[in-house]
């Protein structure tokens, strides 16, 4: 028997796992170990909640985690529970599918304010992720920040816009929706160093900024590179930029909403100001320069705010014993390979991009080469051996069964309209399995 150890059981861990079935069959013994009780990594705490389509891929996934050659050993930290080196001696292969959930810093002078924080803190904080549930961001000045121009960006000022209506069917949890809805929010500008041929948002997320309740996008057509320059785009972008056209094609329609979502192009913020919390963030005109970066001109100003999120990327928790490539922000690897026997793959591989989808030749592509690699099993005790290992250190593995077993008890708490009500901390997490 081959046994697979795959470290998170985000969509890059479930595509993995489901490659190593498609790859070995019976021949294998897949465990997938994830420091949080509940799996789905990205998918329950990174995906907006407002985005149930995207997050009905879970029920694919549990096609996988209930056959009996996968396995979920949840509430397990790897570098922490059990090193590295351990699995090791256990596991024929590793494969560190842990994504990159920690925020880059932002790393300007005043940075450190309360009312700075970075994307993953502010998602998690409305998606409920345990880490994060305690965050209480300042949502009463009614001016916000949110820096970067990707789809992450959008969707927090997508949030931030939403009237209470607009979440219903939604699984934003309640800590969440009643701080929102309670807010005065009145101006969240989208701060992007570059213009908008540079932006990383695609046309389906960038078009519902244009569709919603309370809120209006604007955009400054003295922004926009001639429309013939559209031409050198590929199509998606295209189509992006073309939506941006018709935001500013909008100039005072709808009037009557009383939210803005600003999009100012060309600013790279250099500085947030404010005495002892967040009043401004201070941005630095750019023009391009000949290799598409932002290059400043001097020119500054201020964006009046009382809460700055970055969303500017994303890293890889490192992991002791685990090569770290720290300019990357990820595992150190060649083509997902970091050592014998151990791998990388996703974001924990290639760095905070792409699709959810786009993890899924991944997958396929670290069970091809484990097979390469290792074309026959080794005697490794695999389960066995990490269970034992487990209960002598007091640690307590949650399974797939009691995983679903807190499902049915988020489900039975929700909100009406709502699939679900997320347990925010661990502790109602273990406690839920009944
Ligand atoms: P992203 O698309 O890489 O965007 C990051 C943005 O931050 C870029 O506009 C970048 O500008 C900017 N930036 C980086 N450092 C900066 C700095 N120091 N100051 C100012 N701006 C800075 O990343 P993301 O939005 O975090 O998204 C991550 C991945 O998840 C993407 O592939 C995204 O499409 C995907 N995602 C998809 C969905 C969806 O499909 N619905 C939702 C969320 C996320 P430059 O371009 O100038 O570097």
Redesign the pocket.
């Known amino acids: 028997m081959r046994h697979i150890a795959v470290i998170g059981s985000g969509p890059a861990g479930y595509y993995t796992a489901e490659a190593c079935q498609k790859q070995f069959h019976d021949t294998a013994r897949i465990d997938m170990i994830d420091r949080m009780p509940v799996p789905f990594g990205l998918i329950r705490t990174g995906v907006a909640p407002d985005?149930q389509s995207?997050k009905a891929v879970s029920r694919r996934y549990e096609q996988v985690a209930l056959s009996d050659n996968v396995r979920f050993v949840g509430n397990v930290t790897v570098g922490a529970d059990v090193s590295i080196a351990e699995l090791s001696e256990l596991y024929d292969a590793i494969v560190l599918a842990t994504g990159a959930p920690t925020d880059r810093p932002?790393g300007i002078p005043g940075d450190d304010l309360p009312g700075v924080m970075g994307?993953a803190a502010f998602v998690g904080w409305y998606n409920g992720h345990p880490d994060f549930a305690r965050l209480d961001p300042p949502l009463g000045s009614g001016g916000f920040a949110v820096?970067?121009?990707?789809?992450?960006?959008l969707?927090i000022a997508r949030i931030l816009a939403k009237t209470p209506a607009e979440f219903e069917g939604s699984d934003i949890v309640g800590h969440a929706l009643d701080a929102l809805s309670a807010a005065p929010t009145r101006y969240i500008t989208i701060v992007?160093?570059?213009g908008p041929h540079?932006i990383?948002m695609?046309p389906k997320?960038l078009g519902e900024l244009g569709h919603l309740e309370r809120a209006r996008p604007v955009v400054d057509p003295a922004d926009l590179p001639p429309e013939e320059a559209d031409a050198t785009l590929d199509p998606g972008q295209r189509k992006s930029v073309s939506l941006l056209r018709g935001f500013a094609a909008l100039s005072g329609n709808g009037a009557d909403k009383p939210v803005t979502v600003t999009f100012d192009f060309f600013a790279?913020?250099v500085a947030v100001e404010g005495d002892g919390k967040v009043e401004r963030l201070i941005v630095e005109r750019t023009r391009l320069d000949e290799n598409g970066g932002?290059t400043g001109t001097g020119e500054t100003y201020a964006i009046p705010c009382g809460m700055v999120v970055a969303?500017?990327?994303?890293k890889t928790t490192p992991i002791a014993g685990v090569p770290f490539d720290e300019k990357a922000g990820r595992f150190a690897n060649d083509e997902g390979r970091i050592a014998p026997g151990l791998y990388a793959v996703g974001w924990a591989r290639r760095g905070?991009?792409?699709?959810i989808g786009t993890n899924r030749p991944d997958g396929f592509m670290i069970a091809e080469k484990i097979a390469a690699d290792q074309p026959e099993p080794g005697e490794k005790q695999g389960r066995p051996g990490l269970d034992a290992l487990l209960e002598s250190r007091g640690v307590e593995a949650v399974t797939f069964h009691d995983w679903q077993k807190i499902d049915s008890a988020e489900i039975a708490r929700a909100r009406a309209g709502a699939p679900r009500e997320k347990f925010v901390a661990v502790s109602d997490m273990l406690d839920a399995r009944g």
Do not use: C, M, W
Not at 311 to 314: K, L, T
């Open positions: 985005h995207i932002l994307s820096i970067g121009n990707g789809n992450v960006a969707d992007g160093r570059r540079q990383g695609t997320e790279k913020p932002a969303a500017i990327g994303y905070p991009t792409g699709t």
